[in-house]
């Protein structure tokens, strides 16, 4: 158990969903929380020990094979659903937006079941699959007086998501593929289960949906301010690349 005041990050089985580098999300978190003085404890979740119970969990990406292996695991305990039932936080990246969906495709197609923290299901899309720099326009969250600024990542997925009404879109996409329904949209969030398709790790290039996690998990209304200068120039690097290739993208079309 966590103690009274350590906030718990658990990273969801690293073993099976840690080829994207997104277990890096559970570092980004417990350092924003440690920076301001919050005591934490980071637990890398293996998939063969009983998933802890925690405040917040970052489920990452990972291949066809172990995202099927992580979904069975998931669904064998009742853990993850029930501690969302008592307000964790989740962050779930591609594979694992995939998996708290209701269902999602195998290597071969078949659809597998999601634990179903979201109402989404995902089918196997045609080719190419959907590669690239992301940005979106975040949609106004739980706990947000105004929209969080654009968030930048990239996207590396054959699967495609069709939200249900049970959802909201995270995002509206600037650039990129997203999810295949409602089209133009990126990621889902309901209650304080958040999917998203962004790599970065996503975190890492938006600190502030970084905090806005921590915000939910830690029960407050907001965060002092770090000094996140070397993230404001990752940012903007990201940003400013990822605007290029949109106006490269937008030429290509029309030559
Ligand atoms: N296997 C899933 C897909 O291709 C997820 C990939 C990923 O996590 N990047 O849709």
Redesign the pocket.
């Known amino acids: 158990m966590s103690g009274p005041s350590a906030l718990r990050v658990a990273v969801v089985y690293p073993d099976l ?1 840690g ?2 580098g997104d277990g890096g999300n559970g570092l980004i978190l417990s350092r924003r929380a440690q920076w301001r003085g919050y005591p934490v404890e980071l637990v890398q979740a293996l998939s063969d020990e009983a998933l802890p119970t925690a405040d917040l969990y970052c489920l ?5 094979g172990p ?1 099927v292996r992580a979904a069975e695991g998931l669904l064998a305990e009742p853990t993850l659903t029930r501690a969302v039932e008592h307000g964790a936080v989740v962050l779930a ?6 998996i708290v969906g209701r269902s ?2 195998d ?1 071969d197609g078949t659809r597998r079941e999601g634990v179903g923290l979201l109402d989404a299901d ?1 089918v ?2 045609a080719p190419p ?2 590669v690239g720099e992301v940005l979106a326009e975040p949609t106004r969250l739980p706990g947000t007086s105004e929209p969080l600024p654009t968030l930048t990542g990239f ?6 998501t069709r939200l249900g009404e049970g959802v909201t879109p995270l995002a509206r996409l600037v650039l990129g593929r997203g999810n295949e329904s409602p089209a133009g949209t990126e990621g889902a969030v309901a209650g304080r289960v958040v999917g998203t ?1 962004l ?1 970065g790790p996503v975190l890492a290039r938006n600190p502030a949906l970084a905090d806005l996690l921590l915000a939910w998990a830690l029960a407050v209304d907001g965060l002092a301010p770090l000094d996140d200068h070397w993230e404001e120039a990752l940012r903007y690097e990201r940003l400013h690349m990822a605007r290029r290739s949109r106006r490269l993208v937008a030429r290509l079309g029309r030559s």
Do not use: I, M, S
Not at 93 to 98: F, W
């Open positions: 969903l080829t994207y990452g990406g990972g291949e066809d995202q990246v591609c594979a694992g937006y995939q999602f495709p290597a995902t196997k899309g699959r959907a996207e590396n997925h054959a699967g495609r398709y790599h």
